[in-house]
């Protein structure tokens, strides 16, 4: 159990309709990380949040957007799906620091099915 | 922007040692991290290497060479839990709090009795 913990397990739902997927970070971590995970690709980083603010951007699409709340969990949501948004996707959390090592602890992130 | 190259798939068996490779390019590096996936679960970690040379962890080495651009995980006296997806990942000099990491597609290994 990495200490990272997402809701929830698994989604169904229909195209065109909006999903809330959450994250809480692990104790002490600030940052928060949004990856999605689909067959055909690898796992793709989407959006990093420190401490309530957008760090880093990745392949995101503008139907997707994010945030995080002063109590550090985030929130990804996905709005307009398509069947294409059908994939795993993962949060992850680290502290940043000035340790080099800085490692990023996974969720387990939320299976979405778009129907 | 970077692109990191490892095989698609490796079998090995029971006990044996296998070794997985990683190549990339990228403008500023700052760190590797090899994670190990099974399937439908969390990444989790394995090894982190930012200076060359080989880092041991019990059954597990991860080696480094920047100048080169390559890295590999060894993984001795190999057991069937082993069988999984073995994920290199990149992380570029940060700006400012930015710790993003960019992910190789994955070396499925499969472990044979």
């Known amino acids: 159990d990495s200490g990272v913990t997402q809701t929830p397990k698994h989604l169904i739902t229909a195209t065109g309709q909006r999903v809330t997927l959450r994250c809480s970070p692990r104790s002490g971590d600030l940052s928060v990380y949004w990856y999605q995970q689909s067959l055909d690709q690898g796992l793709q980083f989407l959006i990093q949040?420190?401490?309530?603010?957008?760090?880093a951007k990745g392949n995101i699409l503008e139907r997707f957007s994010a945030q995080q709340f002063p109590d550090l969990h985030s929130e990804l949501n996905l709005s307009s799906l398509e069947l294409g948004d059908s994939a795993l996707y993962f949060c992850?959390?680290?502290?940043?620091?000035?340790?080099?090592?800085?490692?990023?602890?996974f969720g387990p992130g939320t299976r979405l099915t778009v129907l | 922007g970077q692109n990191i190259d490892q095989p698609t798939e490796m079998t090995a068996t029971e006990g044996a040692i296998v070794q997985i490779n990683c190549t990339y390019q990228?403008?500023?590096?700052?760190?590797l991290f090899w994670y190990q996936q099974h399937a439908g679960e969390a990444p989790t970690f394995l090894s982190y290497?930012?200076?060359?040379g080989l880092e041991e962890k019990g059954r597990f080495s991860s080696f480094l060479s920047r100048s080169k651009g390559y890295s590999y995980l060894l993984l001795k006296e190999l057991q069937m839990k082993d069988s999984a997806s073995y994920l290199c990942?990149?992380?570029?000099?940060?700006?400012?709090?930015?710790?993003?990491?960019?992910f190789g597609s994955g070396t499925q290994l499969t472990v044979l009795p």
């Open positions: 992850a959390s680290s502290v940043v620091t000035g340790e080099s090592t800085d490692t990023q602890y």
């Open positions: 949040y420190y401490n309530g603010e957008e760090r």
């Open positions: 990942a990149v992380r570029e000099i940060p700006s400012g709090s930015a710790r993003q990491l960019t």
């Open positions: 290497n930012v200076l060359d």
């Open positions: 990228t403008s500023g590096f700052n760190g």
